[in-house]
C-alpha cells in the first residue's frame, strides 16, 4: 500500500513532514484507520504556521500532557490544517509566501464574513471550501 505522502507533490510533501515528522499518522491514514495526533504535535503546528481558533481555543484549556493524543475530530482539523498549508507551500513555491497568504483574511463569500484560510479550516465544512479556494487561485479565478 502506498504511504499517504506519496500522493502529495514534492513541495507540498515536504512541508508536511517538516510540520508533522512523526509517522504514526501517516501509516494510519494509509491504512485508512483513525490517526493519532498528539498534544505535542499540535503545539509543533501551532508554532511553526498557526492553527485555527476553534482548535485552539478547543484544546489549550484542556491542559493535556504533551504526549497525549488529541480527541478524534481535533486531530483530524490539525491533519485537514496542515495538508491545506502544504497545498498552499506547493502552489506559492515558498513558505513565506505560503503563511503570508494561510494568515490574511479573505471572504468566505462574496459580502460574507472574512476569515483567514488557517481560521476557516476549523470552522465546520472549513477544510473543503479552503481547498476549493486554492483549486480556485491555482486556475486563476478569485
Do not use: C, M, N
Given at each position: 500500500m502506498?504511504?499517504?505522502?506519496?500522493?502529495?507533490?514534492?513541495?507540498?510533501?515536504?512541508?508536511?513532514?517538516?510540520?508533522?515528522?512523526?509517522?504514526?499518522?501517516?501509516?494510519?491514514?494509509?491504512?485508512?484507520?483513525?490517526?493519532?495526533?498528539?498534544?505535542?504535535?499540535?503545539?509543533?503546528?501551532?508554532?511553526?504556521?498557526?492553527?485555527?481558533?476553534?482548535?485552539?481555543?478547543?484544546?489549550?484549556?484542556?491542559?493535556?500532557?504533551?504526549?497525549?493524543?488529541?480527541?478524534?475530530?481535533?486531530?483530524?482539523?490539525?491533519?485537514?490544517?496542515v495538508t491545506l498549508y502544504a497545498l498552499a507551500v506547493d502552489f506559492f513555491d515558498t513558505e513565506d509566501q505560503a503563511k503570508r497568504w494561510w494568515n490574511t483574511p479573505l471572504p468566505v463569500s462574496p459580502g460574507g464574513p472574512m476569515y483567514t484560510p488557517k481560521d476557516w479550516t476549523g470552522l465546520p465544512d472549513g477544510a473543503p471550501q479552503v481547498a476549493a479556494l486554492i483549486r480556485r487561485t491555482q486556475h486563476g479565478i478569485y
Open positions: 502506498a504511504d499517504y505522502i506519496d500522493l502529495f507533490p514534492p513541495k507540498a510533501a515536504a512541508a508536511i513532514q517538516s510540520l508533522l515528522p512523526g509517522e504514526s499518522w501517516r501509516i494510519a491514514r494509509s491504512e485508512g484507520i483513525a490517526p493519532t495526533v498528539t498534544v505535542a504535535d499540535w503545539t509543533h503546528v501551532r508554532t511553526a504556521i498557526g492553527t485555527p481558533a476553534a482548535l485552539d481555543e478547543a484544546i489549550a484549556p484542556l491542559a493535556l500532557p504533551v504526549d497525549a493524543p488529541l480527541p478524534p475530530a481535533w486531530a483530524t482539523v490539525l491533519l485537514s490544517t
